[in-house]
């Protein structure tokens, strides 16, 4: 979580530096949109993580005992199970 927003912090960054060393924008709004695109990066690549974390926790088929291979397969199934009956767009809900 932490390595997603500080990459997309520094890769933003990077960009407004110029700026703010011209003199078109003052450091500190930088630094606040760099932020602020990181969050929203950060929220567009753990939301679908998140949710199939849910998916997986909450289906009482992960209740059973089972191998650990079994446990992967199953879990991976979930993320194919929700594209296919809910949508991709399900993934970002």
Do not use: C
Request: glycine letters at 10%; zero cysteines.
């Amino acid at each position: 979580k932490g390595g997603v927003f500080g990459l997309a912090r520094a890769v933003a960054w990077s960009h407004l530096q110029p700026l703010v060393e011209n003199g078109t924008l003052p450091k500190t709004l930088a630094l606040t949109i760099a932020g602020g695109i990181a969050g929203g990066f950060q929220g567009y690549v753990l939301s679908p993580t998140l949710l199939l974390k849910t998916r997986v926790m909450t289906n009482p088929v992960f209740r059973e005992k089972m191998t650990l291979a079994k446990t992967t397969a199953l879990s991976l199934t979930i993320g194919f199970d929700v594209v296919l009956n809910e949508d991709l767009a399900a993934l970002m809900e």
